[in-house]
């Protein structure tokens, strides 16, 4: 399975190009859209949202992962093996906080991606560059590429979650970077001066009132049942938050 | 084949987790995204605008349909075989407009589904339950449930066509519930007191011209001639229209 | 492989609908959303952006595009065999473009298909005329139609290349109709009354600042590095453009 993460938006030609390539050269492997519209020039909001949402994907998935502001700068191509999953796309930390979520931490692998195609635009990696290696992946094939470092000391700067929202979904729900496991379910969350309990779902509020709650991926999420959490509480992608004390 | 009706919306992960599910467990089953902005919080408008649909896929196709405003409640999940096609969604009517419309109204077969995952989210029954079950129907397994008797009282509250505004489209066009068969071509359509007459398509009146039309879907339309008639008329999901007498 | 190429949106049921006719007809053959907010109501714009993305596509792919404002009119239905694939559509203009950018100009082949469906709409071809026909010809069957001429007066009336703007993507860039080989690359880009300088892409100039580029399509694209062309320089499909001379 090869499993699309991007900022590409779902208009435009990118995704589908993207895809063709992928029809071309791993013709039997399915591809499955998990998002476009992940935080665009933000690998590390970008960064935490996919970090929870790879454990429900089979092993030897190969995640094509692109969310790119620096295409066509210095930033090196890389793939990494993550507790038997492929990831392909830029190294700008996109995958550091898959890697912090590791089950297996010993065991990861680090490549930079040393193929080139034949022809290589200057701002259009996904398509030229990245799918033709996760295809490669897919295939089977060795890692088109030079092992090196796990960059751990950049790893390590980034906190185990991210006390920040970092996405805002059609239904105006906001995701935090934090896994709510952490947190006892009698803490509130506080954003921008305002204490939110926690729900099990919804339907556990009256229509109209915000809460937090455990989320379908196991994040920290701020809604209000039958509303629109960022406009009730003026939320956007990069506002902190924080827990009450216990 | 697999048919995908949501108000999940084109963006966020949950269309492509869903079908991750769908991909694992039934992989060599098609699966068709008919839509993901059903209308949000209402069964009723849904209800309709799946039951104007569903004649047009083959016989054996699963619906797998999520407009589910009381997830996580005590609606109850459910399975249904209309017309030699499977549903699977939540028992919230969702389904009863396809029962209404069914060319045989005395084989249809209702179950609640009694199988559960052994991880359910309070919030993402979609990705969850309803997932792995219709991928269970669509690999010729039996349903995964208790047979409970069509819910027929309730089926028959709703009228046979819905003189509402039920969806309106990219192109600002507006779908009523109302098929156009059951109605006179030379019946003017009243919405928000204006009249509009019938006419075959949109080449048929001038430009910047409202009209109503029998849409591809059956159903009465509401449009403009290279325009936008959600604007021009003021017209919301939900607006009720009516028929002037012949 | 069926390449889609429509300006349906991304919401609603009509690419759905015609997935499912593509997959009940030619299950076999995959099926690629290249876009489907092509400009609506802009044969033209439509024309030039298809042109300069048919080349990446294998041969015997088949384009299925439908940007159709005269639906339902006198405006006939199309097939082409245009350097080794299918094209197939409304014979409103949509494929001139990559009549004149061919390769092989001589062994272009023109038909106008005459099959008709028991059923068809009068505003949904797409899904009713050209989803099945497309289907037919990706399953190698004969086109299903009469060999006419091809309207060489017509598409000789375009230019070679469309000085004027023919999509704007979700990031704000701004697609031209001009190929970027045409030009110098000291030549500067007039849109507006500004004056835009070429850059080889995004990170060669400062976040905020302007310029125009050769986009991963060939075309000549004006850009801001971290920034939004369409709202920096005021841009709107349609817009004409003007290059300095040398």
Redesign the interface.
């Given at each position: 399975?090869i499993?699309?993460f991007t900022d590409?938006?779902?208009?435009?030609?990118?995704?589908?190009?993207m895809?063709?390539v992928l029809?071309?050269r791993a013709?039997s492997t399915?591809v499955?859209?998990?998002?476009?519209?992940a935080p665009?020039?933000d690998p590390q909001a970008a960064a935490y949202?996919l970090a929870a949402?790879v454990a429900?994907?089979?092993s030897e998935s190969v995640f094509l992962c692109v969310v790119d502001?620096?295409?066509?700068?210095q930033r090196k191509p890389m793939m990494a093996r993550i507790d038997s999953r492929w990831f392909v796309g830029p190294d700008n930390g996109l995958f550091d906080a898959v890697v912090q979520h590791a089950l297996d931490q010993t065991g990861i692998e680090w490549w930079e991606i040393t193929w080139r195609p034949e022809r290589l635009?200057?701002?259009?990696h996904g398509?030229?560059l990245f799918a033709p290696v996760a295809a490669m992946l897919a295939n089977g094939e060795a890692p088109p590429g030079r092992a090196v470092d796990v960059p751990l000391d950049r790893i390590r700067e980034w906190p185990g979650d991210l006390e920040k929202i970092i996405?805002i979904?059609?239904?105006g729900n906001a995701m935090t970077g934090v896994r709510a496991s952490r947190f006892d379910s009698r803490q509130k969350v506080i954003v921008g001066g305002q204490y939110l309990c926690r729900a099990?779902?919804?339907?556990?509020v009256p229509a109209g009132q915000g809460f937090w709650?455990?989320?379908?991926?196991g994040l920290v999420e701020l809604a209000v049942n039958?509303g629109r959490a960022d406009e009730f509480f003026q939320l956007n992608v990069g506002d902190a938050i924080s827990f009450q004390a216990r």
């Open positions: 399975m499993v699309l590409f938006g779902t208009t435009g030609p990118y995704v589908g190009q895809k063709s029809c071309q013709p399915p499955i859209d998990l998002m476009h519209d665009a020039f949202l949402m429900e994907f089979p502001p620096g295409v066509g700068s635009s200057a701002s259009f398509r030229d996405y979904d059609h239904f099990s779902t919804f339907s556990d709650y455990e989320n379908s991926n039958q």
